[in-house]
């Protein structure tokens, strides 16, 4: 059991435990929260488990809980909640093991990304529009508790985020505040022609996808909000330790587009370009999220996907963005370095 200290702390979760399954868990296991604040614990007791958590950010606690009723109504594989505090602040659900697809992929070594990879993505790719489009449907948005939309607003928000916390500390250069903004309005302007009527999950990343018993599962849907299809295919394909070759995400991609056809129509050629647009805005924010949890949270692991993040964007910005946009992106990271100290 823990200390004095950790007693206190978990006693919320000792308590559901208690309630929910008639006595109080053997052990307390504390689990790696990554870039969340959020306490998470797996609970131990004759041979099973089930996983705690304690968080502080209630509207968060109540959109994951609204959403993943929701998707389990839906027929989708998320946990079960088995029970919540009366406060909101801790909850118990079922434990789904340690697997993510990430360390699936992983576990390849140094092994070329093969038929295997590709399967499990080309899986998890049909699942995908079941929580965009199928639950999306019906699914409740008063319960978004960051932004209820991916529109103008968030995505102005997020390239704010992107320069306050990844190019004021890594870009050494002087910047040209009217040409960056001058291809931020452009990107939004790019970005905002799609379709935003369909549920965005907005951290749908390796990850946040676990396999249990030759199964998928998901979690950390909370900060999904309307918006466009593309942004968690780029989500997926450019999340940057899953290290997929470019031509191999190109071909998931189409992937994509030939599931996506059964659940809505979207014009192939025309979301063929927006891709790349939703691409780079996903790794803008990511790159924001690198500089913060590296440096503000002091969550050193993080910045070691920066020269990863930075390849991928120098690719996307030469070989697929048209030669006369965002030109001043373009040229900003042509220019950055990032070597690990």
Not at 279 to 292: C, P, S, T
Request: aromatic share 14%; net charge neutral; charged share 25%.
């Amino acid at each position: 059991m823990p200390g004095k200290k950790n007693n206190t702390e978990y006693s919320q979760v000792e308590l559901l435990h208690k309630q929910h399954f008639g006595c109080k868990p053997m052990n307390i296991e504390p689990l790696t929260s990554h870039g969340s604040d959020r306490t998470i614990l797996r609970l131990h007791i004759h041979g099973s488990t089930s996983i705690g958590i304690i968080n502080e950010h209630l509207q968060e606690n109540r959109s994951f809980i609204a959403f993943g009723n929701h998707f389990r109504k839906s027929g989708i594989n998320v946990p079960e909640i088995f029970t919540v505090s009366n406060d909101n602040y801790s909850y118990l659900m079922e434990d789904l093991g340690d697997t993510t697809l990430l360390r699936e992929i992983q576990k390849r070594g140094d092994s070329p990304f093969g038929d295997k990879e590709i399967d499990l993505y080309k899986k998890v790719i049909e699942i995908l529009p079941e929580f965009q489009v199928r639950a999306g449907k019906t699914i409740d948005f008063s319960f978004c508790y960051q932004f209820s939309e991916f529109a103008e607003e968030n995505i102005r928000f997020d390239l704010d985020y992107f320069y306050n916390r990844f190019l004021l500390n890594f870009y050494k250069g002087t910047i040209d505040n009217n040409l960056l903004h001058k291809d931020i309005n452009e990107l939004i302007s790019h970005l905002i022609k799609a379709d935003r009527n369909h549920f965005l999950y907005r951290d749908f990343q390796s990850r946040n996808i676990m396999l249990k018993n030759g199964n998928f599962y998901f979690i950390d849907f909370q900060s999904g909000r309307r918006g466009a299809l593309l942004y968690d295919l780029a989500s997926l394909l450019y999340d940057a330790k899953a290290c997929i070759p470019q031509d191999t995400r190109e071909k998931l991609v189409d992937h994509y587009f030939e599931v996506v056809k059964n659940h809505t129509q979207i014009d192939t050629v025309q979301y063929q370009e927006y891709f790349w647009y939703f691409a780079v805005v996903r790794i803008l924010q990511a790159m924001g999220a690198y500089g913060f949890l590296g440096i503000v949270k002091g969550k050193s692991r993080f910045l070691e996907s920066i020269p990863l993040a930075l390849t991928n964007m120098n690719f996307i910005l030469n070989n697929r963005i048209q030669k006369n946009s965002l030109k001043y992106l373009r040229t900003i990271f042509s220019e950055i370095k990032y070597e690990k100290t």
